[in-house]
């Protein structure tokens, strides 16, 4: 299960890179998602794939789940959906403003 985890990270991460590469800011932004995405996933494959009881202390119990990537992860979650809003919010400026979303045309050089 770890393997088609670390290979489903691995296309989320190609495919971000390639989203961020290109010149248009909604690519970069959804790049950036997948971006993302992708660590989340690389977090929770990292911390172990095991099945087991919540971290609550029992005697009835004995494998538990390890809670610390599930807390890294909700705090990325959090993190990465403050820093989407942000960027769509910029890019929607950014069009009204300009009329353009081509970084290229808002950079200011003439390329034809």
Known sequence: MEIAM?????????AGVYLILQRQ???IIFGTA?????????ILTMGKLNRGAPPILSESK???VDPLPQALILTSIVISFGVTSFLLVLAYRAY???KTDNLEQLRGTDHE
């Open 62 to 64: 004995s494998t538990y």
């Open 6 to 14: 670390s290979i489903l990270a691995g296309g989320l991460f190609a």
């Open 34 to 42: 997948l971006l993302s995405h992708g660590a989340h996933l690389l």
């Open 96 to 98: 009204k403003t300009n």
């Open 25 to 27: 800011m909604l690519r």
